[in-house]
């Protein structure tokens, strides 16, 4: 084997040994935030066994018939039909889809090292500057919170084929500049990139990344003309269409008036906070100390104003002038560009106008590698008047740094109690984290009013309701501890979640708090309809939607034996959803099967003013023929 073969085979190991050693300690730790949404209350990822039925729909785990993110969501399948929903072997599984993007950052940097454009001295310092650059982006204690964090595996899967794709997309264009086929290359990548959406939406901007290669390290060379002509009209064509569609139909979408109803901020003032986020992000890239990186971001101040606050336009400012010192250096400093090239692309989606929170550490998983590749190339070129040695022992304590901070962060995630208690100490203000607190404390407690983590949890979700602009969600934790076992509800408590969902954006945490004492109602728990009634109807005042009136309407018949509400609910179910003619005759067809022929003719009658009723007849016709028609054996 030759011997830089073998080199970069050993250093692939210890690659995954040091990233693997680095995340051990956290492998232990539960569920968080999203994971519960997407898999611990998601049973279309519950998967007993593994056969095709099963995998059909986990890949439509959001929605029947909806192929959101097939990728990410047949995995989770995978791992229940495993381990059920023990924590542990999803976080297993992050692992190695991680080490896996290691290698394949690694390979990928000794790809970009290589290049002609780089310098002829590469070969001498191309292995080891790709390892430790590798290193630092797997073990950065940066990305803790996304390998840790089950339901980003969604990011690290579709990086997984975006990372593919810029290998293959670098090993056809090498080929062009020699003079051979490398189109069939170019297709792969495109493949690749394209698999890469089924994991995450992220990577569409797999041309945003080629496009940056192309700027800097690549220059757009081909051995002929014809080929470097082509790249240019083919980049600047894409760049028009991708504008054209930005401009005529993503920013009139997301400036609607409704487009942020769930959100307490608009799209212009979540643009002008980005001003602020990725300079912060770029902080806790270069300085990662524990009390920069608080997990959750539900206090962050939005910006309402170039000068609210202030360092709105400091931050632009200092984006605008990184963007052009790349653009100025890009020849003669290729990677610096690169790296900040790269580090804007991969938030050209979460930093816009698209209707999404304003701050999540995962967002900097790929981001994270053109920062490091940035400082590392710019590490390179510090001269040294007495040799190399202070240089390499600089780079190894910044390594040995990292990984200390990582193991410890690591090691925090992998502890219910301990993580919870630190993300309320870095971020008291948070009702997030105060309710992982609160939450926390109640499993402690077993449910049992004797135990003092019961009074605990309480005492948290108490004051984490008392927080500035809290969510409803503690008062939620405080109505159903009390209800599970027995204990009075206090009114407050349904004042304070009722007054919320009435005066707060319906973002998912208000409808959460409702549609979860709803769930907990069906489930069996004793509580009050009269007031649990009143906070479903603040709900659908801020979320109208099709499949909230009818909740409400079953709720109605079920809990509240009012036959007068089951009908208003029953046909606004269907008012809201006009265009959709399947829907009705559901609706009207569960509502004939289960016998509420009041509630069915009243859909009914409103399905014929709606021009509904074909799909409603048929409807009624397949429920009367079933009715009807003599039991037909089943053989065996």
């Known amino acids: 084997m030759p011997l830089s073969r073998r080199n ?10 040091l990233t693997a050693g ?40 959001y929605q029947p018939g909806d192929f959101g993110r097939p990728l990410a969501t047949v995995t ?30 690694f390979w990928l940097l000794q790809c970009l090292l290589a290049l002609p454009r780089i310098g002829t001295d590469a070969g001498r310092w191309r292995t080891p500057v790709a390892f430790t650059v590798a290193l630092l982006w797997a073990i950065h204690p940066l990305q803790v919170s996304t390998v840790l964090y089950v339901v980003q595996r969604m990011e690290m899967l579709s990086l997984t084929f975006v990372l593919l794709a810029l290998l293959a997309y670098l090993r056809g264009r090498l080929n062009q500049r020699k003079g051979t086929k490398g189109w069939p290359w170019l297709a792969l990548s495109a493949l690749l990139g394209a698999t890469g959406t089924l994991g995450k939406e992220t990577a569409v901007l797999f041309p945003f990344y080629t496009l940056s290669l192309e700027l800097t390290v690549l220059g757009f060379h081909a051995q002929t003309p014809r080929v470097r002509r082509f790249l240019k009209i083919a980049y600047a064509t894409g760049l028009a269409i991708a504008f054209a569609l930005f401009v005529i139909w993503v920013i009139p979408q997301y400036s609607a008036d409704d487009s942020y109803a769930i959100r307490d901020f608009t799209a212009y003032e979540r643009v002008l906070s980005q001003f602020r986020v990725l300079p912060m992000y770029l902080g806790q890239i270069l300085l990662p100390l524990p009390d920069s990186m608080p997990f959750y971001y539900d206090t962050f101040q939005k910006s309402s104003g170039w000068l609210d606050p202030a360092t709105t336009l400091a931050g632009a400012i200092f984006l605008l002038v990184l963007i052009f010192t790349a653009w100025k250096f890009r020849q003669r400093m290729p990677l610096v560009a690169l790296g900040i090239f790269l580090f804007f692309a991969a938030h050209l989606l979460t930093s816009n106008v698209f209707n999404v929170e304003l701050v999540f550490e995962h967002r900097n998983y790929f981001a994270l590698l053109g920062i490091l590749l940035t400082v590392g190339d710019l590490v390179r070129r510090i001269p040294v008047r007495d040799g190399p ?16 901070l990582a193991i410890l962060r690591t090691a925090t995630f992998g502890s219910a109690l301990h993580l919870a208690m630190d993300l309320v100490a870095k971020n008291q203000a948070s009702t997030r984290a105060s309710m992982d607190l609160g939450t926390v404390y109640l499993v402690m407690s077993n449910s049992n009013p004797n ?18 602009n809290s969510s409803p969600l503690p008062e939620q934790g405080l109505i159903l501890m009390a209800a599970t076992t ?46 649990l009634s009143q906070a479903y109807a603040a709900l659908l005042v801020r979320a109208p939607s099709p499949q909230f009136y009818a909740r409400y309407g079953d709720y109605a018949l079920t809990y509240l034996h009012d036959e007068g509400l089951a009908d208003r609910m029953f ?46 007849q048929g409807a009624q016709h397949s429920e009367e023929s079933a009715t009807s028609s003599p039991a037909v054996p089943v053989s065996h």
């Open 76 to 105: 989770f399948a995978v791992n229940h039909a495993i381990g059920g929903t023990d924590p542990w072997g999803y976080k297993v599984a992050n692992l190695l889809v991680h080490l896996a993007n290691a290698l394949l950052v």
């Open 486 to 531: 027995g204990q009075p509800v206090r009114a407050e408590w349904w004042d304070g979640l009722v007054k919320k969902i009435r005066t707060r954006p319906a973002s998912p945490q208000e409808v959460a708090a409702v549609t979860g004492l709803m769930k907990q109602r069906y489930a069996g728990i004793e509580m009050d309809d009269h007031r």
């Open 22 to 61: 680095v995340y051990w300690p956290g492998l232990s730790g539960r569920f968080l935030l999203d994971d519960f949404s997407n898999i611990v209350s998601n049973d279309r990822v519950h998967a007993a066994t593994l056969d095709w039925k099963t995998i059909k729909t986990a890949a439509s785990a």
């Open 389 to 404: 040695a202070i240089k390499y022992v600089a780079v190894g304590a910044i390594v040995l740094a990292f990984g200390f």
């Open 571 to 616: 046909v606004a179910a269907i008012e809201s959803n006009p265009s959709d003619s399947e829907y009705a005759a559901r609706i009207f067809a569960n509502l004939t099967a289960d016998g509420h022929a009041r509630q069915a003719a009243a859909v009914h009658r409103r399905a014929v003013s709606l021009g509904l009723m074909n799909a409603v």
């Open 451 to 468: 135990s003092p983590f019961f009074s605990m949890a309480a005492q948290e979700f108490e004051r984490g309701s008392r927080l500035p």
């Open 8 to 17: 970069t085979l050993l250093l692939s190991l210890t690659l995954l040994v």
